[in-house]
């Protein structure tokens, strides 16, 4: 059940029910749902889209390959980019393009995989509208995948999360690598240097 504040205060049904599945703000308001695990604990395909509008979820189309625990990341021109994730198989290192302006096209496999295969990743866009996607993997590595080219970048970075992927994911959040943030070749997380670390955009 999706749960909107309404005056009926009643809750909205998704077309399919659902867990572990991304929930992306579109350019337009609406939500895109896609994938995760159904009441029967299969992991499932099915996207849908919620319109506040009217308050319905509406399916939308079927993701090439039925992930769980991925990201789905809303690029500068209003296209959705649904990364990694684990399907029945295991861990992935496959991407898909959506875009909400031709939904009839539906999701569109990317030629390019990701360097590594990642699950419970976070992904990012940063203010050049390239992503970052980072973690996921034992390596604890990241990679920058470029929209305009729609490809991964060739050399992982090393980010030394591996050991403490925890709390470098709440670095990763908080951070977000807004403006003016620099990708180093290697990230410090200490906690007493993490001050000094390039992780922390200059203000």
């Known amino acids: ?87 029945a198989s295991g861990a992935l290192t496959s991407a898909e393009i959506f875009d909400p302006a031709n939904p009839g096209a539906g999701f569109r496999v990317l030629s390019a995989t990701m360097g590594a295969a990642r699950a419970g990743h976070t992904a990012t866009r940063l203010h050049d509208g390239t992503v970052l996607i980072a973690g996921g993997d034992a390596a604890g590595t990241a990679e920058i995948f470029k929209p305009t080219t729609e490809s991964f970048s060739s050399t992982l970075l090393g980010h030394g999360c591996a050991a403490n992927w925890p709390y470098c994911h709440s670095i990763f959040r908080r951070q977000r690598f807004a403006r003016r943030a620099v990708i180093p070749t290697r990230w410090n997380i200490s906690r007493r240097s993490i001050k000094r670390s390039r992780l922390i955009p200059k203000r």
Not at 58 to 74: E, Q
């Open 1 to 87: 059940m999706l749960q909107v504040l309404a005056r009926s205060s009643n809750l909205v049904s998704l077309a399919v029910p659902r867990t572990g599945h991304a929930a992306t703000a579109l350019a337009d308001g609406r939500v895109l749902i896609t994938g995760g695990r159904d009441s029967a604990g299969t992991i499932v395909a099915t996207a849908e889209v919620f319109d506040p509008a009217n308050q319905t979820s509406t399916a939308i189309g079927v993701l090439n390959t039925a992930r769980i625990d991925h990201t789905a990341t809303l690029l500068a021109d209003g296209r959705v980019l649904i990364a990694g994730g684990t399907s």
